[in-house]
């Protein structure tokens, strides 16, 4: 099944009751169908055919009605497979869709996204995208992450989200050289905190992170020095060496280190597709790593969530409040960040 050997899949059904416990947790799901996206992989990079079929034994397991499809591997401008569409439109509302793929589950049809598919038709929904980065022996890293607390996460989510909620600006410093400046008044923080348990509701998998839009396009000032993992066109990879960026006005003005020529291909690679090309370089998220059991390891639906982590991220932004839409979303981490909310130091 899906390429993957006898002793794979020995090895990912001994491990029900780990997804078991997402599911209950995260999800809980009552009489709905379950339906699992994944792809096929690459023959050494097969991370998400291995995360889709443990969602799918564990959920047969329980006797969830549970159908397991897959497809090539794609990228975000590309069509996902018809079988694929026909398989989301055939689910009866609501339902819950889990989505585990190597770069991007691709477009569906003429819907928005897979979010707003799901949205729209009452869905909940788990995603895990650009697992391809990793290799598979970092599957029980990612069951850890996947495995935690989702009460203390909360507690934790909720209590960042209700202060940065009220703040005008966000300033955040690091002994590396970071000091940068958000305002984000009348800004609402969003914290991915693992419960999806409403109609419509989904978001990745692992989770842990709070994260907010600026205020406008222009209203990010100062410094941040990339000593954690950069997202590239290529795909996410953890700095040999940090990347300093300089931002004026909400924009990157100056890239230096090892890996600014690789940011600077990225950059370029989607302003040649963008319909508007000058939205490519704008900051459009601070977020902060919550989740205790996450770890490094250039993966950025992993690198985002650690705790002791912050991140930023060019390009677009809309889908959670920000005022940017064009075709680049790529975060960016660094490590250790001190915050400072309307001049006042905040302790997590």
């Known amino acids: 099944m899906l390429g993957l050997s006898p002793e794979t899949r020995i090895k990912i059904e001994k491990k029900s009751s780990h997804f078991l416990r997402v599911l209950k947790q995260s999800i809980r799901p009552q009489n709905e169908n379950v339906l699992i996206i994944t792809d096929y992989g690459h023959p050494d990079r097969n991370l998400s055919s291995m995360l889709g079929y443990g969602y799918y034994h564990a959920a047969k397991k329980k006797n969830y009605p549970t159908e397991l499809v897959f497809q090539d591997v794609k990228k975000g401008f590309m069509q996902v497979d018809s079988h694929i569409v026909t398989a989301l439109q055939n689910l009866s509302q609501p339902s819950i869709v889990i989505l585990a793929t190597s770069n991007k589950l691709g477009r569906i049809g003429d819907e928005k996204s897979f979010r707003a598919f799901c949205k729209d038709h009452g869905h ?193 932004n809309s889908w959670f409040g920000g005022d940017i839409k064009t075709i680049f979303h790529g975060d960016q981490v660094f490590k250790n960040p001190i915050f400072y909310v309307d001049g006042n130091k905040m302790e997590f």
């Open 124 to 316: 909940r929904f788990l995603s895990a995208t650009g697992l391809g980065d990793v290799s598979p022996q970092y599957f029980d890293l990612f069951l850890d992450a996947m495995n935690v607390n989702y009460t203390r996460l909360a507690k934790k989510g909720l209590a960042i989200k209700k202060i940065w909620d009220k703040a005008k600006e966000i300033r955040v410093k690091t002994a590396a050289g970071t000091d940068l400046i958000f305002d984000v008044e009348n800004k609402s923080a969003i914290a991915n905190i693992g419960c999806y348990h409403e109609q419509g509701e989904g978001g990745n998998m692992p989770a842990g992170e709070v994260y907010i839009a600026p205020r406008g396009i222009e209203n990010v000032n100062g410094v941040v020095v990339i000593d954690g993992s950069i997202k590239t066109v290529d795909g996410a990879m953890l700095v040999k060496s940090p990347l300093t960026v300089v931002i004026e006005n909400g924009h990157v003005i100056r890239m230096e280190g090892e890996h600014a020529p690789l940011l600077e291909k990225t950059f370029q690679a989607f302003e040649d597709r963008a319909k508007y090309p000058e939205r490519v370089r704008f900051v459009s998220e601070l977020g902060v790593g919550i989740n205790p059991a996450a770890v490094l390891i250039g993966s950025m639906i992993m690198d985002e969530k650690v705790l002791g982590t912050a991140h930023i991220a060019f390009g677009s």
